[in-house]
């Protein structure tokens, strides 16, 4: 009984990976859901059955990975270590997601976090979720007295998150060297620029 389940959550995947490749290849404004059916190979009405719109597509991606950070960022703040190696671990989270799945996040960066007239905003609250989180690091560790108190946390954090995403922006239009070495020099430097900005 469990075959015929399974098949439809394949599908809805194949579908969603496929329309990652296609938003990333042509931008999401300038595709149509016939696209992301022959991308994935199945047939147009098949993806309104599980999608009411290309739209949908984009939130289910949003919102797929972005739940995945938002729990990444609350496991690692739950670690009872300093707030460097916190903030080590979620910039390390982030580039990596990149660096294991580029065309994915191009679409969430491109498409979402920076599409502030469009999905941005529709998602804002979401967006903003990490942020607060972050911030939440760095009020624990000025409390401490690991962190300085003169910065503002909600400043520090979007700091933080906004140097990660320019970063990021930089390799998906390649004007910053991508590669193996770039990808941990670029946790390294982000890292030792905010911690040490902030070090009490």
């Known amino acids: 009984m469990a075959a015929p389940r399974q098949a439809s959550v394949d599908k809805r995947r194949l579908i969603l990976d496929a329309a990652v490749r296609v938003f990333a290849r042509q931008g999401f404004h300038m595709c149509r859901v016939s696209d992301i059916a022959d991308e994935a190979g199945v047939a147009y009405g098949l993806v309104y059955h599980y999608f009411q719109s290309k739209d949908q597509v984009l939130d289910t991606l ?116 991508e590669g193996e070495d770039a990808y941990d020099r670029a946790k390294a430097h982000l890292v030792e620029t905010i911690s040490d900005g902030l070090a009490a």
């Open 62 to 177: 949003f919102l797929e990975r972005w739940d995945v950070l938002l729990d990444a960022i609350r496991e690692t703040d739950a670690h009872d270590i300093p707030a460097r190696q916190k903030l080590e671990a979620i910039a390390g989270f982030i580039i990596d997601s990149y660096r294991h799945d580029p065309d994915l996040m191009k679409v969430i960066i491109v498409e979402v976090t920076r599409a502030a007239n469009s999905f941005g905003a529709a998602h804002l609250g979401k967006i903003t979720e990490a942020y607060g989180l972050i911030q939440g690091v760095v009020e624990k560790a000025q409390q401490s007295g690991e962190f300085r108190t003169e910065i503002p946390a909600e400043f520090a954090a979007a700091t933080f998150y906004g140097a990660l995403e320019q970063v990021l922006t930089g390799w998906i239009f390649g004007t910053l060297e």
